[in-house]
T-cell receptor, first 114, second 112 residues
């Protein structure tokens, strides 16, 4: 079954600290993995997209890693800011019948406090 | 801003009614996907339209239907609304079926 699991479910950190969010997936055949940031009640905004051959990709203070062998990805946030408070969703795509099917994780809810 | 716009932003309907949600895709994008996101959950795929034809469907009943127009904008129609249909409905557009998708801000539907 194609699944995406994220951990932790929620996280509270102090402003300025670093944190790492985890994503494990069983989606096959793998096409790409994306991390999105979603503010409450808003649409997700893309942070990174990684294909099979990419191990790491950065976007400012966000760094995503991908291990396609173990089917694991992480999103590392450096020097957190209050505006980083949001849900972070891992999305894995697979190719099926000529188009991509996506499976969303349930997300990690991050709260950054002063 | 992603260039994907959805309307309305909020909507309240009564059980049994019908609703139409709209999505304008980003310029140059010909693929639109619709998702339902219940509170505290990840988005669930409803269906995808590519060049005006349905190109895949998730586990949603037939009362969820859609359209894509020649300008690639799209509608999601839900008939016989149920209380459990209350959710954030997200639209995502992409330039073709295999590229990154950009999301609209969503429509918050409440069924009472």
């Amino acid at each position: 079954k194609n699944q995406v699991e994220q951990s932790p479910q929620s996280l509270i950190i102090l402003e300025g600290k670093n944190c790492t969010l985890q994503c494990n997936y069983t989606v096959s055949p793998f096409s790409n993995l994306r991390w999105y940031k979603q503010d409450t009640g808003r649409g997700p905004v893309s942070l990174t997209i990684m294909t099979f051959s990419e191990n790491t990709k950065s976007n400012g203070r966000y760094t995503a890693t991908l291990d396609a062998d173990t089917k694991q990805s992480s999103l590392h946030i450096t020097a957190s800011q209050l505006s980083d408070s949001a849900s972070y969703i891992c999305v894995v795509s697979r190719n099926s019948g000529g188009y991509q099917k996506v499976t969303f994780g349930t997300g990690t809810k991050l709260q950054v406090i002063p | 801003e992603t260039g994907v716009t959805q309307s309305p932003t909020h909507l309240i309907k009564t059980r049994g009614q019908q609703v139409t949600l709209r999505c304008s895709s980003q310029s140059g994008h010909n693929t639109v996907s619709w998702y339902q996101q219940a509170l505290g959950q990840g988005p669930q795929f409803i269906f995808q339209y590519y060049r005006e034809e349905e190109n895949g469907r998730g586990n949603f009943p037939p009362r969820f239907s859609g359209l894509q127009f020649p300008n690639y904008s799209s509608e999601l129609n839900v008939n016989a609304l149920e209380l459990d249909d209350s959710a954030l409905y997200l639209c995502a557009s992409s330039s073709q079926v295999v590229t990154e998708a950009f999301f609209g801000q969503g429509t918050r539907l409440t069924v009472v």
